[in-house]
């Protein structure tokens, strides 16, 4: 199993980010998959998740609607669409395999939201 992620960088308060999860080693369509975060000092916090065919997808109440998790079974990749970004988004940013956290997961990609 390989999570690759991808798309952090620094966005300022209000801007967007686009994050992308490149998966590989496993039948990427048969699984639910999710979106985790953990800032500095802080426990790691799930964020987002969503069905194997992508028509159910849940959010963290601090996310809803500004972030939209969506996934390409073709391309064997997830993606996180962060909108309105706020300063308390910024964290590090984990695709995890799974409809809850403890399965297989990438390195990250940090995100920092900062003026």
């Known amino acids: 199993v390989q999570l690759v992620e991808s798309g952090g960088g620094l966005a300022q308060p209000g801007g967007s980010l686009t994050l992308s999860c490149a998966a590989s080693?496993?039948?990427?369509?048969?699984?639910?998959m999710s979106w985790a975060r953990q800032a500095p000092g802080k426990a790691l916090e799930w964020v987002s998740n969503?069905?194997?065919?992508?028509?159910?997808?849940r959010y963290v109440d601090s996310v809803k609607g500004r972030f939209t998790i969506s996934r390409d079974n073709g391309k064997n990749t997830l993606y996180l669409q962060m909108n309105s970004l706020e300063p308390e988004d910024t964290a590090l940013y984990y695709c995890?395999?799974?409809?809850?956290?403890?399965?297989?997961r990438g390195q990250g990609t940090q995100v920092t939201v900062s003026s």
């Open positions: 969503i069905k194997p065919d992508g028509r159910d997808a």
């Open positions: 995890s395999r799974g409809w809850t956290l403890g399965g297989p």
């Open positions: 080693g496993f039948t990427f369509s048969s699984y639910a």
